[in-house]
């Protein structure tokens, strides 16, 4: 049996980096040294990912170069080293998104991939894309409320946000598509239907994952999907600054913004939807 393709496409700021831990760290799975590699999108969505070009990465590849030749070289910088140099040869060639898997393939490997969020932004020509490569590709999305996941990212962007002076942005970002498309769940979940069989697609929440009474639950069905064994994990998400906290009349404004994503989730998983969901949706439902 033949090892299994993943790719998770996000969301942003719903854990991502944590479930690449994971990844990382399980013996049955060859995960990207660039847990995001931004190859898709770079290509396929250039009107929001134009910065994952060449000048990034080799950008990247010079400093990585830099340190070696003034630290000495070591197994972890010749690795990341090869990785953005395989990363670079990718733009001219597609065949070497393939080869950078295959070459790092082991044995005791049963699944390989990455997990770059920003493939929620993917049309259906760039799934389409990652299907030609990959045609029994699976898919892992988690959602994540969408007020909180907004926030976290206009907060991952700018500190200020803290200062309720500037809270009037967060209404202001509102018609930034870099913001407000990653939050389309809607417009993600149907493209991939449109093109990926159901069986292939696997739909998780935030909350459930990142809840002690539900998270060996959540990653078993994650496990299960890619066909590798579970395992405890021997680390605990870090927990997000309450520092930055949204008041209730731009929750509200934000909630309204993005009913349309609540109303298409409410009625696609009736059974799983998470408390805080349910709460912003009786407090502030139109």
Same mark, same amino acid.
């Given at each position: 049996?033949?090892?299994?393709?993943?790719?998770?496409?996000?969301?942003? &700021?719903?854990? %991502?980096?944590?479930?690449?831990?994971?990844?990382?760290?399980?013996?049955?799975?060859? =995960?990207?040294?660039?847990?995001?590699?931004?190859? =898709?999108?770079?290509?396929?969505? /250039?009107?929001?990912?134009?910065?994952?070009?060449?000048? $990034?990465?080799?950008?990247?590849?010079?400093?990585?170069? &830099?340190?070696?030749?003034?630290?000495?070289?070591? !197994?972890?910088?010749?690795?990341?080293?090869?990785?953005? #140099? *395989?990363?670079?040869?990718?733009?001219?060639?597609?065949?070497?998104?393939?080869?950078?898997?295959?070459?790092? $393939?082991?044995?005791?490997?049963?699944? =390989?991939?990455?997990?770059?969020?920003?493939?929620?932004? !993917?049309?259906?020509?760039?799934?389409?894309?990652?299907?030609?490569?990959?045609?029994?590709?699976?898919?892992?999305?988690? #959602?994540?409320? /969408?007020?909180?996941?907004?926030?976290?990212?206009?907060?991952?962007?700018?500190?200020?946000?803290?200062? +309720?002076?500037? $809270?009037?942005?967060?209404?202001?970002?509102?018609?930034?598509?870099?913001?407000?498309? &990653?939050?389309?769940?809607?417009?993600?979940?149907?493209?991939? *239907?449109? @093109?990926?069989?159901?069986?292939? @697609?696997?739909?998780?929440?935030?909350?459930?994952?990142?809840?002690?009474?539900?998270?060996?639950?959540? !990653?078993?069905?994650?496990? %299960?999907?890619?066909?590798?064994?579970?395992?405890?994990?021997?680390?605990?998400? #870090?927990?997000?600054?309450?520092?930055?906290?949204? /008041?209730?009349?731009?929750?509200?404004?934000?909630?309204?913004?993005?009913? +349309?994503?609540?109303?298409?989730? +409410?009625?696609?998983?009736?059974?799983? @939807? /998470?408390?805080?969901?349910?709460?912003?949706?009786?407090?502030?439902?139109?």
């Amino acid at each position: 049996m033949s090892a299994q393709y993943f790719v998770g496409i996000g969301a942003q &700021r719903t854990g %991502t980096t944590w479930l690449a831990n994971y990844f990382t760290h399980h013996p049955q799975v060859c =995960f990207s040294a660039i847990k995001e590699l931004h190859y =898709f999108d770079a290509i396929y969505r /250039p009107d929001l990912s134009s910065v994952y070009n060449k000048d $990034l990465f080799t950008a990247q590849l010079k400093e990585v170069k &830099r340190k070696m030749d003034e630290e000495g070289v070591t !197994l972890e910088k010749s690795l990341e080293y090869n990785c953005l #140099l *395989a990363r670079i040869e990718m733009i001219e060639d597609p065949l070497k998104y393939k080869e950078y898997f295959s070459l790092r $393939l082991m044995p005791q490997h049963q699944a =390989f991939g990455e997990i770059t969020p920003a493939y929620s932004l !993917l049309n259906e020509d760039g799934f389409h894309a990652i299907l030609n490569l990959y045609p029994d590709a699976k898919f892992i999305f988690i #959602l994540r409320n /969408p007020c909180d996941r907004y926030w976290s990212h206009l907060n991952l962007h700018d500190g200020r946000f803290e200062h +309720f002076s500037a $809270l009037e942005k967060a209404i202001e970002c509102l018609d930034n598509l870099q913001y407000t498309e &990653r939050t389309d769940y809607k417009r993600t979940i149907t493209t991939l *239907a449109n @093109i990926i069989m159901k069986e292939n @697609i696997l739909v998780l929440f935030f909350e459930h994952l990142f809840d002690s009474a539900t998270m060996e639950r959540e !990653l078993r069905k994650i496990t %299960t999907f890619l066909g590798i064994d579970y395992l405890t994990p021997d680390y605990k998400p #870090l927990n997000e600054s309450k520092k930055n906290t949204l /008041p209730v009349e731009y929750r509200k404004s934000i909630f309204q913004h993005f009913y +349309f994503v609540y109303e298409f989730i +409410f009625r696609h998983y009736p059974d799983q @939807i /998470p408390q805080s969901w349910l709460d912003d949706s009786q407090t502030f439902k139109k």
